[in-house]
Antibody, heavy 117, light 112 residues
């Protein structure tokens, strides 16, 4: 059974940093692209970052230069380093596995990040 | 910020058929990229409902179906059930500089 479990969320001040983790199990982690997707309270879904099997990374303009996605295949783990956080980054952050069709076929339960003074 | 447009809400009585539209542009759906649909029940993570425009993952009832034409796509739910009350999002890929993976604005389905 595929499982994705996020951790590391919490309250951080504007301008601060936070590192999210996602523990994967039930599949060959190194063989899949992985993503982070976020959702502000009461709002829609927003893709935040992706990392390919070769370690290539991708970001939308809203987080490029501030967020860094990484993976550690030996530990079946995905990470998101978030720097220069803003109030607008407040959201539940989901870890998701990339499917074969540029979809997201499995999702974690999410971890809440709150940026506030 | 969403690149794909969906109606904010749709509703129907149990047993009825409802459809949700997803309108994109020439840089995403119109460019030939596939459309996928997700169901998000209250308080839970999204779940893949339809992939590759019209394919259902194992375990998804055949009451759910998807289609795509031109710069738009649609999700249909036939035989609406109370458990289908949820938020639904379409998703595709965009070749513009604004981003790679894009989601729809989301649609709340209410079962009357």
């Amino acid at each position: 059974e595929v499982q994705l479990v996020e951790s590391g969320g919490g309250l951080v001040q504007p301008g601060g940093s936070l590192r999210l983790s996602c523990a994967a199990s039930g599949f060959t982690f190194s063989s899949y692209d992985m993503h982070w997707v976020r959702q502000a309270t009461g709002k829609g879904l927003e893709w935040v970052s992706a990392i390919g099997t070769a370690g290539d990374t991708y970001y939308p303009g809203s987080v490029k230069g501030r967020f860094t996605i990484s993976r550690e295949n030996a530990k079946n783990s995905l990470y998101l380093q978030m720097n220069s956080l803003r109030a607008g980054d407040t959201a539940v952050y989901y870890c998701a596995r990339g499917g074969n069709w540029k979809d997201f076929d499995y999702w974690g339960q999410g971890t809440l990040v709150t940026v506030s003074s | 910020q969403s690149v794909l447009t969906q109606p904010p809400s749709v509703s129907g009585a149990p047993g009825q058929r409802v459809t949700i539209s997803c309108t994109g542009s020439s840089s995403n759906i119109g460019a030939g990229y596939d459309v996928h649909w997700y169901q998000q029940l209250p308080g839970t993570a999204p779940k893949l409902l339809i992939y590759g425009n019209s394919n259902r993952p194992s375990g998804v009832p055949d009451r759910f179906s998807g289609s795509k034409s031109g710069t738009s796509a649609s999700l249909a739910i036939t035989g609406l059930q109370a458990e289908d009350e949820a938020d639904y999002y379409c998703q595709s890929y965009d070749s513009s500089l604004s981003g790679h993976y894009v989601f729809g604005t989301g649609t709340k389905v209410t079962v009357l």
